[in-house]
């Protein structure tokens, strides 16, 4: 990562650190590409292939086991998969793709304004998550939240770095 030429100055850092923060940024952005991919899927495939592709994949655990939870439970979600929830799944990946992308790549060119920004999404992302699982009971969102967590907090640790910089760089 370079220093933007607004900053000019040299930022110091635990080298260490610094890199676990390039390293979270680029998950997120892998993230967001995922997410933008799935999105784009759910938005084109039809409703019957992804029936199709859902039997096709739990084929032969269902025949090595007919009780098999997760197999039934993939299969019983497609079945119950409506067009409004397939349009929403596809338009809430778009959503965040977008904006995941849009955040890390402000992130990396170091706009100083993408720390907060980048903060705010996240922390009303990890809100969010903390309500479906209220719903859904989904470990896989707990997971994220927390990942997304511990994400944050490079990012806030950035950012107080770049301002201590810029307080520095300031004529008093």
Known sequence: MHIAPESRTEIVRPHR?????EIAVLLKGINGMVELVG????LFVPLRTVNQVVLWLTASQIEDDPNDWLANTL???????SMG????????????????????YSLWREKIWAF???????????????????????TALLVFGAI???IMWFIWREYLIRQRTIRKSSPA
Do not use: N, Q, W
């Not at 999105?39 to 759910?42: D, E, K, S, T, Y």
């Open 17 to 21: 650190m610094f890199g676990m923060f």
């Open 39 to 42: 999105g784009m899927l759910a």
């Open 75 to 81: 299969i019983h979600a497609a079945e119950k998969l």
């Open 85 to 104: 929830a397939k349009l929403y799944a596809s338009f809430y990946l778009l959503a965040h793709g977008c904006v995941k992308i849009f955040l890390v």
């Open 116 to 138: 907060p920004a980048a903060l705010s999404l996240m922390g009303l992302l990890v809100c969010y998550s903390l309500y479906r699982y209220t719903h859904t009971h989904a």
């Open 148 to 150: 997304d967590l511990v």
